[in-house]
């Protein structure tokens, strides 16, 4: 019988980078449907950046970009996940970890703490798919059993 270390056996981190991937997503959709609840700098910026039809594109690419991540971390930490490709689903993780994490510092080295909300946030975001897939990497090498 494996014993998985400390704080590797616990899919936590992968079911929070699915909640993470929700939250984030939320007002990429309501904007994307025409309210401007939470963006950026008030209403009047976001009537000038939706006022093109590629920001509306874009908004929904990162609505899919979300639920693309939310599917990688569950796949991650799920019994169900290891029937597909480690490959791919460790890549993407590591792929979002690396975006997110240089647009969060990226965000706090230009605007410092200026904004609340939105640096952090994107650096949050990497952080918890670093960890998933650092947790994925580990398990796949050390524990294969000791997913849950």
Do not use: Q
């Not at 014993?3 to 936590?12: C, E």
């Not at 990226?106 to 952080?127: E, N």
């Not at 050390?142 to 997913?147: I, L, T």
């Amino acid at each position: 019988m494996t014993v998985p270390r400390p704080g590797l056996g616990s899919p936590w981190i992968g079911y929070a980078t699915c909640a993470w991937t929700a939250i984030f997503a939320a007002p990429h959709i309501w904007w994307a449907l025409g309210s401007p609840v939470a963006f950026p700098d008030g209403d009047a910026n976001y009537r000038v950046f939706m006022s093109a039809t590629w920001r509306i594109a874009y908004d929904w690419v990162v609505v899919f970009l979300s639920f693309t991540g939310f599917g990688v971390a569950l796949a991650l930490v799920r019994p169900w996940g290891r029937a597909i490709p480690r490959l791919p689903l460790h890549a993407l993780a590591w792929l979002a970890f690396g975006i997110l994490t240089l647009r969060g510092v990226a965000g706090l080295a230009v605007d410092g703490l200026a904004d609340p909300i939105w640096s952090p946030g994107f650096l949050v975001g990497g952080l918890l798919f670093g960890g998933v897939a650092w947790r994925a990497h580990r398990l796949g090498k050390a524990h294969p059993a000791a997913e849950s």
